[in-house]
Structure formats: structure tokens, C-alpha cells
């Protein structure tokens, strides 16, 4: 299974939570703390290491707040 | 372990902030173009028009030429453009306010004529920037400020299908209408959003893709509501289709 990994963008990020129902992994959620602007920002909560870079999350996000890496390309 | 970008931000937007309510679908849309334009290596050579309604600052989001027309008149603004620069990519970016309402006359008379210029067409049902009024696309019983019973057609008349119109013009080469609720229906906008460009590139005529879009602020709903919305009382009424692609649309794919 490819590998992958995502960073976001936390002051982009509005909370919407558009990100968060699309993960096959379940692996985007809404943290606990504010960001700049004042919203719940999501995240990443992949301690097992499962996201595949799949880029699910990213294509739902109207604000561009997410990136995708993936190994190796 | 090297690490190599598999989905960022597209170089046709700008590194700008929106000033779109959280989970607004307008930003979905802003980036389908871009990922279309920066696909089709067309930046350096596409002219955006800007609407009034909440993607008035549009200009400030894509990373491209832009203009900014009087509420409606994109299209004709497109026209002028397109006419003196054939060359340019030119496309129109309206809202139903802007597009349906004011701009009704704009839009019909440009697909007539067959202008070589493509529209994104952003219905959501509602006017977003003024605070939420009935547009022409407002829903039979859709509550609104304008409308606080329910859009009663008696009275307020029918919401206007715009795509079905348009397709009905001899000028139109391809008229779609599209939703971007979940990752399978974004992908299947930008593909539209792709053959409009590609063609107005072959020089076929008219193109407009008609996208259902959300507005979580003005329709009380969380973002995520808002999706579901589209899908169940959005799409029934305005079905998702394609409502003309000319044959050599069709050869483009
Ligand atoms: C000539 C003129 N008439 C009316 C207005 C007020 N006005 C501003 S935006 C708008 C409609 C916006 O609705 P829509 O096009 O659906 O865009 P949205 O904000 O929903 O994205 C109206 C009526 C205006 N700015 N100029
Ligand atoms: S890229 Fe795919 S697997 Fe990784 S967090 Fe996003 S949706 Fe989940
Ligand atoms: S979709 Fe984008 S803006 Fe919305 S919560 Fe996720 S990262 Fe934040
Ligand atoms: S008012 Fe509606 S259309 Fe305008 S930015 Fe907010 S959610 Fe989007």
C-alpha cells in the first residue's frame, strides 16, 4: 500500500469539516485548539502511519489548506 | 525516504486568503479552474471576468488576467474581449443573482451568438453577498429573506433552469450541469470544466457549466448539511446532465 502523508495548512483552514467524512482511514479530524483566525482547524491523527496519500481529504477543501505528499512520488 | 507533492495548491491561484464563509463550494469551484488551466498550460493567456455576488474579488484569487464586469454583464464584457483578442482564453465566472436575474439578457444573446467564450456558472439557489434573497433559482418553498414562507411560485414565479435554457441555443456547443459534494462529483466538474475550456481552445462556440454550489451561511446549514442539501433537494430539481455537446465536443474527449 502506497504511503502518504498530508500537512495542513492551519491558518488556511476555516473548520468546515468538508475533509473529515471523505478518509477512508478516518484519519482527518477537527482539533481541539484555534487557529489565527478563530476556527477548530482539522488534522491529521494517523499514529499508525495508514494514510496512503490518497488526496481525498485535499479535494474537498475550498480554501487549499491541505497538501499531499506521497513516497516516492 | 523522499517525498514528492501529490496534490497541492495550483499554480493559476494565488496564495490569497478567500473571503468565502467556511465550507462555501465557491473555493471547490475556484480551484477546478485553476487545476484545469494550469492542466491545459493556459495561464499566461486566459482572462477571467469577475461577477457581482460573493465572487466579486475573484480577481484577487486567481493568479491569471482578470476583469471585473457590472453585475450581468460578464458576458458581454467576455465578448469584447474575446472579439479583439481571439486568441485569449476568456471566461465568465456567475453567479444566478448576477447570471439569472439581471443578467438574463447578457447570457442568452452571447450563447446565441455563439460566442467563443466560456461561463462557470455558480447556482446556489440564492443571492449569497446581499444576504440572502430569493434568486431566480431559488427553490418552490425555499425559505429566504426575501421569502419567509416558502418561495410560493403563485406568486414569485418558477425557478429558472438555466443550463436546459442555454442548451436550447444554436450558438451553444456545450452545456452541462454539474455539483461538487463529494470527491467522485468534483472530479466529474472538473472534467466538464475541462472540455468548456478545450472547446472554446477548438473554437467551437459557446460553453457554460452549470454547477450547483452551497451557501452554508445564507441557508442556515453547517457546511457538511449544506452538501446534502445540494444532492437532495438541488439536484432533483436540476438534474445533473448534459444538455448539449455538439459533435465535435464530443471528438474532443
Ligand atoms: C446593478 C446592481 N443591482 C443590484 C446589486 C446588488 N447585488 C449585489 S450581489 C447580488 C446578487 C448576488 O447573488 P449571486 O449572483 O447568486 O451570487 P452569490 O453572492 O450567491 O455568489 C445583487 C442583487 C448590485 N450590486 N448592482
Ligand atoms: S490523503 Fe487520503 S488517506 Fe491521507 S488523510 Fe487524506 S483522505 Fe486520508
Ligand atoms: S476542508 Fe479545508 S478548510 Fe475545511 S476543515 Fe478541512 S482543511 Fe479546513
Ligand atoms: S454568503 Fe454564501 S455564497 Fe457567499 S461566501 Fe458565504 S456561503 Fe458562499
Excluded at chain 2, 466529474?188 to 468548456?196: H, P, Q, V
Amino acid at each position: 500500500m502506497a504511503k502518504g502523508t498530508i500537512l495542513i495548512d492551519e491558518d488556511r483552514c476555516k473548520g468546515c469539516e468538508l475533509c473529515t467524512t471523505v478518509c477512508p482511514f478516518d484519519l482527518v479530524h477537527i482539533a481541539n485548539h484555534f487557529n489565527a483566525k478563530g476556527y477548530r482547524p482539522s488534522t491529521l491523527v494517523d499514529p499508525e502511519g495508514k494514510c496512503t496519500g490518497c488526496t481525498l481529504c485535499a479535494r474537498m477543501c475550498p480554501d487549499v489548506a491541505i497538501t499531499v505528499y506521497r513516497e516516492g512520488g | 525516504m523522499e517525498k514528492k507533492a501529490g496534490f497541492a495548491k495550483p499554480e493559476a491561484l494565488t496564495d490569497a486568503l478567500t473571503h468565502y464563509c467556511p465550507g462555501c463550494t465557491h473555493g471547490i469551484i475556484h480551484r477546478l479552474i485553476a487545476e484545469v488551466i494550469d492542466e491545459l498550460g493556459i495561464r499566461e493567456i486566459t482572462i477571467g471576468i469577475a461577477p457581482v455576488g460573493c465572487a466579486v474579488l475573484a480577481y484577487n484569487y486567481f493568479n491569471l488576467d482578470f476583469a471585473e464586469a457590472a453585475h450581468g454583464r460578464a458576458p458581454a464584457m467576455a465578448t469584447g474581449l474575446k472579439r479583439v483578442q481571439p486568441d485569449k482564453v476568456v471566461f465568465t465566472y456567475q453567479g444566478d443573482g448576477d447570471l439569472a436575474a439581471i443578467g438574463t439578457a447578457e447570457i442568452v444573446h452571447a450563447a446565441s451568438r455563439g460566442e467563443n467564450i466560456t461561463t462557470i456558472f455558480i447556482n446556489n439557489a440564492i443571492y449569497g453577498m446581499t444576504g440572502g434573497q430569493m434568486a431566480p433559482t431559488t427553490l418552490p418553498g425555499q425559505v429566504t429573506t426575501s421569502t419567509p414562507f416558502g418561495r410560493d411560485v403563485k406568486l414569485a414565479g418558477h425557478p429558472l433552469r438555466v443550463a436546459e435554457l442555454i442548451a436550447t441555443t444554436s450558438g451553444a456547443a456545450y452545456v452541462v450541469r454539474r455539483m461538487v459534494t463529494k470527491p467522485a462529483t468534483i472530479a466529474s466538474a472538473k472534467k466538464a470544466i475541462k472540455l468548456a475550456f478545450q472547446a472554446q481552445r477548438a473554437e467551437l462556440g459557446f460553453s457554460l457549466v452549470e454547477i450547483l454550489s452551497s451557501c452554508p451561511t445564507n441557508w442556515g446549514l453547517s457546511p457538511l448539511e449544506a452538501l446534502e442539501w445540494v444532492e437532495e433537494n438541488m439536484a432533483s430539481y436540476y438534474p445533473l446532465g448534459d444538455y448539449k455537446v455538439i459533435d465535435e465536443v464530443k471528438s474532443l474527449k
